[in-house]
């Protein structure tokens, strides 16, 4: 996946995933752009990167769809708390529902301190048999997403550590 205009001040970088950190000589960094633009608290220019990388990602996988058509309520709250206290924030996420499934409301099955309730939520979807395909779906790429977010966050753990001579 790559960028056009390059990383800001290594145009000829144009990877967006991995590339040689800006201080790391060629120790490798992953979200190279959205990354270096947090560690050196540039906020305004992270959030163009991640919104660049965002739209990259779904021209590949889903065109018809746009950033704005995602939206985190639980990370930007934090994000912008992390923001005002100074405090380094990073959020990595996998989307794991499809924007059009056909899911049961999960609200009604989540306790007062955020805990799924899985037996009432079984007996609901028990009598419900149209909910079992989206719901297996949901299942089938929650799996897929976790992997794939556990890869990522592994990576980036070892980069640091090797980074930092620990690795």
């Not at 996946?1 to 144009?14: A, F, I, K, N, V």
């Not at 000589?25 to 947090?38: D, N």
């Amino acid at each position: 996946m790559t960028d056009s205009h390059g990383l800001p001040g290594r145009e000829w970088y144009q990877h967006m995933v991995y590339a040689p950190g800006f201080h790391t000589g060629y120790g490798v960094k992953t979200l190279p752009g959205i990354r270096e633009a947090i560690e050196e608290r540039r906020w305004d220019e992270a959030n163009l990167k991640m919104r660049d990388y965002e739209a990259t990602e779904l021209r590949r996988g889903q065109p018809q769809l746009n950033v704005e058509d995602f939206v985190d309520m639980e990370a930007a709250t934090i994000a912008r708390l992390a923001l005002a206290k100074g405090i380094p924030f990073y959020c990595l996420k996998a989307v794991s529902d499809d924007m059009d499934a056909s899911l049961p409301d999960l609200n009604p099955f989540v306790s007062t301190d955020g805990r799924m309730r899985m037996a009432p939520f079984l007996a609901h979807v028990a009598v419900r048999p149209r909910s079992w395909a989206g719901l297996a779906r949901l299942g089938r790429n929650s799996d897929l997403a976790a992997q794939h977010l556990a890869d990522v966050i592994r990576a980036w753990l070892n980069e640091d550590f090797a980074a930092k001579g620990k690795g």
